[in-house]
T-cell receptor, first 114, second 115 residues
Framework: QKEVEQNSGPLSVPEGAIASLNCTYS??????FFWYRQYSGKSPELIMS????GDKEDGRFTAQLNKASQYVSLLIRDSQPSDSATYLC??????????????FGKGITLSVRP | SAVISQKPSRDICQRGTSLTIQCQVD?????MFWYRQQPGQSLTLIAT?????????ESGFVIDKFPISRPNLTFSTLTVSNMSPEDSSIYLC????????????FGPGTRLTVL
């Protein structure tokens, strides 16, 4: 069973702090990694993708990937109350010759308190 | 990305009936998927909708229960058949475009309640 694991939550941080969200995956051949944000009652929204080891920054968001450790994380700098949502880690785990598809973690709920 | 719409946005149905959910995209996409998200849970892939051929179902999901159509590159339907309360869930379609088939964008979802 190919799995994607996320820290159990919820995670609460004060406004202005750095929120760190972590994700591990079991399949070493995974090649692409995604973070989705899902507000309550809404559908998931893609916020970051990362394909290579290292950091990828987009505004206040930084995705970090370490394929050797099978670990991907999302850092949110200067957290705002509007960042309060569930964050889903997704990994492309595609068997050889099959269509591309994603496996999602269970998500972690972030609460940014004013 | 793409603009994705789903109909209906929500519905309340009686046990034993069927509901067909539509997913429409504003541009041609290579891949379309159907997911289920049960209350408080993450997303579970039901199937990949293949244009012009039968859908590819994930373990635990069968065509008789969740028939899927994809007549062209911008439209797909998912039917939830012979519903029971356990089918109460949010059903989401997602799409991926050519050249970036691993990157999926989600529609707004259909919230289904089965009584």
């Amino acid at each position: 069973q190919k799995e994607v694991e996320q820290n159990s939550g919820p995670l609460s941080v004060p406004e202005g702090a750095i929120a760190s969200l972590n994700c591990t995956y079991s399949d070493r051949v995974s090649q692409s990694f995604f973070w989705y944000r899902q507000y309550s009652g809404k559908s998931p929204e893609l916020i970051m993708s990362i394909y290579s080891n290292g950091d990828k920054e987009d505004g206040r968001f930084t995705a970090q990937l370490n394929k050797a450790s099978q670990y991907v994380s999302l850092l949110i700098r200067d957290s705002q109350p509007s960042d309060s949502a569930t964050y889903l880690c997704a990994v492309n785990i595609t068997p050889t010759g099959a269509n591309s598809k994603l496996t999602f973690g269970k998500g972690i709920t972030l609460s940014v308190r004013p | 990305s793409a603009v994705i719409s789903q109909k209906p946005s929500r519905d309340i149905c009686q046990r034993g009936t069927s509901l067909t959910i539509q997913c429409q995209v504003d541009s041609q996409v290579t891949m379309m998927f159907w997911y289920r998200q049960q209350p408080g849970q993450s997303l579970t892939l039901i199937a990949t909708a293949n244009q012009g051929s039968e859908a590819t179902y994930e373990s635990g999901f069968v065509i008789d229960k969740f028939p899927i159509s994809r007549p062209n590159l911008t439209f797909s339907t998912l039917t939830v058949s012979n519903m029971s309360p356990e089918d109460s869930s949010i059903y989401l379609c997602s799409v991926a475009k050519a050249g970036h088939t691993d990157t999926q964008y989600f529609g707004p979802g259909t919230r289904l309640t089965v009584l």
